[in-house]
Every structure is written in C-alpha cells, then in structure tokens.
C-alpha cells in the first residue's frame, strides 16, 4: 500500500494478453471502477485486460473510454471488496 497525496493506493497487477503482467499503483476503488496512477500501459481506451488488487483477482477491466487511467470492471464487484479498500484508506 502507498500514498499519493491524500489517495491510498494499492499494488495490483493487469494482463493484457494472459502473458504478459504490469505492475500498477490502483486507488479509488469502487463498485465499478477503479484508477491507475500509470496510463493504463499504453493500451488504447477500450481495452479488455485482467486486473489484481493485492490478492483479490482476477477483476475483468477494460480501459475507459474517456480516460487512461481510469479503468471499469466489467460488472460490478462485490461491495465488501469496495468496503476493504475503503477501510485501508
């Protein structure tokens, strides 16, 4: 866990392709989305990838369509995940 200004962040992991893993810093995790304090390693807005919080994963992303670093689950994740992250803060 790390801090960016007043953001708590997480390390997690995303695969693109199933083979090839990324290191990323994950904060403002939510229901439904989640930032990344790296662009999301170059992948196009719309990307599909694989995402891991920690130890919690595998997390289908994709990429948003607005913006690099902000990526959307594809379905909602469970609210106790939400609620974990959000007590480490």
Sequence with gaps: MAQ??????FSGQLS???SSM????????????????QAAAGLAKGSHLTLWIGAIGPLSATVAADDEHT???NGTIHPA????????V
């Design 22 to 37: 990324f290191a990323v810093e994950i904060c403002d995790v939510s229901l439904t989305r989640c930032r990344i304090l």
């Design 71 to 73: 990526l959307c689950f």
């Design 4 to 9: 960016c200004g007043s953001t708590v962040c």
């Design 81 to 88: 995940i939400v609620e974990h992250f959000q007590q480490m």
């Design 16 to 18: 693109i392709d199933d």
